[in-house]
């Protein structure tokens, strides 16, 4: 593979219209380290498969391969830079601790077993029962402590101190970045002419490090990162020139949601990536229902991002080629249910209709006969008898069915009509 040397890689990154400086210092030093991290970790990890998806790729209009990291160990690729940075400082300390109610948590603590070193991770105490049975598993000591993150993130640094243990920040350290850059060389054997690569951006630990790698083995490449519109400081930090804190909201890709990108990661990513985008909580939850139903691939919002990006904005990312990196898979099941349903929804595998019929015996079963007739499935029906809304002596009903076209629901409609019911989609 080629090797470039930082003045080859700082003339393609200043060929690419890309700034100069400082930040080159640091990019070279995560480079250098990237290549130490992927002998390092290599024993411990898996070498997760890239797949090209048919179905995506129609969606997408151009060929996308999906690198599996949804299947790595701990189920993300957090598990690269714990293992790489706790590698770096397990002769000084004796333990870990980090705040985390995500996968950097379970990466920290599969990396801490593996180093025989002890881990402490603070979770905020609404995590979920799911995430911190997993975590356990890997024998980690949870705390849950504080509301929000950065209550747990407090009590993490009280811990350091008081026990002497090293703080594992989940993003901002090069350690980690370094050892998340390990997935870039990993994609660089297995689809080496790739035009793109889109990357989810959460602290944007993980799109340091696969850009950097890119800059300097494969500049030709595009590199793009994609954050959730419910947290968009990378696009508004790139944009600022600045790192900038911005509001944020709940989210589908819920380990995309960070209010600021790290000083170190800012500087890098201006330096290395070629644009961002956001992408809608619809087009990651029809991402997430794509990738199960067509491909059988379990991804948690934030690993689906990238393919929702590849469909949402056609346009933005360039070329025939583009790679999307599958970051994860750790969803917990009860919201798969309400994903799948909202994913079969916006593909109008189900559809919801509302309307008023008169409040006499048979009325129902009329209707739900019409809707029989086309092959309609009913999921739920709500059935208002006292809405003060409707006419009087009307009851409105709604009904939720599964239909075997996206446009049966327009036959039903008209169908309905046709037999004096008012009906419309909802
Ligand atoms: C599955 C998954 N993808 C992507 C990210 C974003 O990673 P980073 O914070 O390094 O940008 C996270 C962060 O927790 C994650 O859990």
Redo the contacts with the bound molecule.
């Keep these: 593979m080629d090797n470039r040397s930082l003045p080859e890689a700082r003339s393609h990154l200043a060929g690419r219209g890309l700034g100069q400086g400082e930040p080159y210092a640091l990019i070279s030093r995560i480079y250098h380290m990237s290549q130490e991290a992927r002998e390092v970790i290599e024993p411990h990890i898996r070498r997760t498969p890239l797949e090209e998806s048919g179905s995506i790729s129609r969606a997408a209009g151009k060929r996308v391969y999906l690198k599996l ?2 299947m790595q160990k701990t ?4 598990v690269r ?1 714990a293992l790489y940075k706790l590698y770096k400082i397990k002769d000084e300390y004796r333990g870990v601790v980090t705040a ?1 109610a ?3 948590a379970q990466g920290v603590a599969y990396a801490s077993r593996v180093y025989g070193l002890r881990s402490v991770i603070v979770m905020p105490e609404n995590a979920s029962i799911a995430k911190i049975h997993a975590t356990k598993a890997y024998g980690a000591e949870v705390i849950l402590h504080g509301r929000v993150y950065d209550e747990a993130y407090q009590k993490a640094l009280e811990i350091a101190q008081s026990r002497g243990y090293a703080l594992i920040h ?2 901002d350290d090069p350690e ?2 370094a050892g ?1 850059a390990t997935l870039a060389y990993e994609l660089l054997e297995q689809a080496p002419g790739a035009e793109s690569l889109v ?11 696969v850009s950097i790698v890119y800059r300097y083995l494969s500049p030709e490449t595009m590199v793009v ?1 994609v954050e959730p519109k419910a947290a968009p400081k990378a696009s508004q930090s790139l944009k600022a020139g600045r790192p900038v804190e911005t509001p944020v909201r709940p989210s589908v ?4 949601i ?1 209010k600021q990108l790290g000083t170190l ?1 800012f500087s890098i990513l201006r330096e290395t990536l070629d644009g961002m985008l956001t992408v809608s909580e619809e087009a990651i939850a029809h991402a997430i229902y794509l990738l199960l139903e067509r491909s059988k691939i379990l ?5 689906a ?1 990238p393919v929702a990006a590849l469909i949402e904005h056609r346009a933005g990312v360039k070329g025939e080629t583009a790679i999307a ?1 599958v ?4 969803i917990d099941l009860t919201n798969i249910y309400r994903i799948v349903i909202r994913g079969l929804r916006t593909a109008k595998r189900i559809a919801r209709i509302a309307g008023h019929i008169p409040d006499s015996p048979g009325q129902l079963k009329a209707v739900l006969e019409v809707i029989a007739r086309h092959r309609g499935n009913v999921i739920a029906i709500h059935h208002e008898r006292t809405d003060p809304r409707s006419p009087a002596w009307h009851a409105k009903i709604t009904i939720e069915f599964e239909q075997p076209e996206p446009s049966t629901v327009n036959s039903i409609l008209a169908d309905l009509a046709r037999n004096g019911y008012v009906f419309w989609e909802e």
Excluded at 75 to 78: A, C, D, L, Q, Y
Excluded at 199 to 209: E, K, T
Excluded at 327 to 330: A, E, T, V
């Design positions: 990291e949804n189920g993300s690729f957090k830079g985390s995500g996968n950097h989940a993003f980690i970045i998340q990357v989810p951006v959460g602290g944007g630990g993980l799109a340091s490090g990162g890709a819920d380990g995309l960070v990661t991804a948690e919002g934030a690993g991002a990196i970051s994860g898979g750790n």
